[in-house]
């Protein structure tokens, strides 16, 4: 992909529902580029549309108007086949409460994008080994969730996000299940990953995560209501 390249672009893009007779238009025809090497928030209250975008953008779910590219795909015409190898291969996924699974070792849980991917089992040992060490946790591969902190467990989810090297990491709320001094560690990892080029775009509704991306998206009853470029993103730091 050329540097600076749209990694999403967004046309006229919605998504509606039928409810009790009525038409819920839970994203309204918003239209917005992201580029490579950006560090995006999407902001806004329970109902704004943040999280119909998220869907729409990590490609688990499908616009009922407009247009979605994702790194010069077009997404909107392709089958659920397709759209579940672009989510495998071309977006990582972080989520609030981490989705790991407790009856296997960290090193196991990164593992398994690979194992969809039908990776060989010395290349995924290699490559998931190298995602905790990337996450800082190299040392706690075999370690079960149960005896890993909140931080961790997010940090091995972080891992198991890049193990198949996306062009896009999608973070829903990544630090809501956290205190704040973890939750600083884990915006200084998403600023470290995106200092190495990686496109990043977290949904959150809190002010304090989004001082630390360079541009927030603002939404609000299903609309695009704010574009603003952060000049001076707020630097987290690592304990």
Same mark, same amino acid.
């Given at each position: 992909?050329?540097?600076? $390249? !749209?990694?999403? +672009?967004?046309? !006229?893009?919605?998504?509606?529902?039928?409810? *009790?007779?009525?038409?819920?238009?839970?994203?309204?025809?918003?239209?917005?580029?992201?580029?490579?090497?950006?560090?995006?928030?999407?902001?806004?209250?329970?109902?704004?549309?943040?999280?119909?975008?998220?869907?729409?953008? *990590?490609?688990?779910?499908?616009?009922?108007? !407009?247009?979605?590219?994702?790194?010069?795909?077009?997404?909107? *015409?392709? #089958?659920? #086949?397709?759209? $579940?190898?672009?989510?495998?291969?071309?977006?990582?996924?972080?989520?609030?409460?981490?989705?790991?699974?407790?009856?296997?070792?960290?090193?196991?849980?990164?593992?398994?994008?690979?194992?969809?991917?039908?990776?060989?089992?010395? +290349?995924?040992?290699?490559?998931?080994?190298?995602?905790?060490?990337?996450? *800082?946790?190299?040392?706690?591969?075999?370690?079960?969730?149960?005896?890993?902190?909140?931080?961790?467990?997010?940090?091995? $989810?972080?891992?198991?996000?890049?193990?198949?090297?996306?062009?896009?990491?999608?973070? #829903?709320?990544?630090? !809501?299940?956290? #205190?704040?001094?973890?939750? +600083? +560690?884990?915006?200084?990892?998403?600023?470290?990953?995106?200092?190495?080029?990686?496109?990043?775009?977290?949904?959150?509704?809190?002010?304090?995560?989004?001082?630390?991306?360079?541009?927030?998206?603002?939404?609000?009853?299903?609309?695009?209501?704010?574009?603003?470029?952060?000049?001076?993103?707020?630097?987290?730091? $690592?304990?």
């Amino acid at each position: 992909m050329p540097e600076g $390249a !749209g990694v999403i +672009e967004a046309d !006229g893009l919605g998504r509606h529902y039928e409810m *009790g007779g009525h038409l819920v238009r839970a994203l309204d025809g918003v239209s917005f580029t992201i580029r490579e090497g950006e560090f995006v928030a999407v902001m806004g209250p329970s109902g704004s549309g943040k999280s119909t975008l998220m869907n729409l953008i *990590g490609c688990l779910d499908s616009p009922t108007m !407009g247009s979605y590219r994702l790194a010069g795909t077009d997404v909107a *015409g392709l #089958d659920r #086949d397709q759209l $579940a190898a672009i989510r495998n291969r071309r977006i990582g996924f972080v989520f609030q409460q981490f989705n790991l699974l407790p009856r296997t070792t960290a090193q196991e849980n990164v593992e398994l994008p690979l194992i969809y991917s039908v990776v060989r089992r010395a +290349e995924r040992h290699r490559r998931a080994a190298e995602a905790l060490a990337q996450v *800082g946790l190299g040392e706690r591969a075999h370690h079960h969730p149960a005896q890993l902190s909140g931080g961790q467990q997010q940090r091995v $989810a972080i891992a198991r996000a890049l193990v198949n090297r996306p062009i896009l990491l999608l973070a #829903d709320e990544p630090t !809501g299940a956290l #205190d704040s001094r973890t939750s +600083e +560690e884990i915006l200084a990892l998403f600023q470290s990953l995106n200092r190495q080029g990686l496109t990043i775009v977290v949904v959150t509704h809190e002010e304090g995560v989004a001082d630390h991306a360079g541009r927030v998206l603002q939404f609000h009853d299903g609309k695009l209501v704010a574009d603003r470029t952060n000049p001076h993103p707020r630097q987290a730091v $690592a304990a």
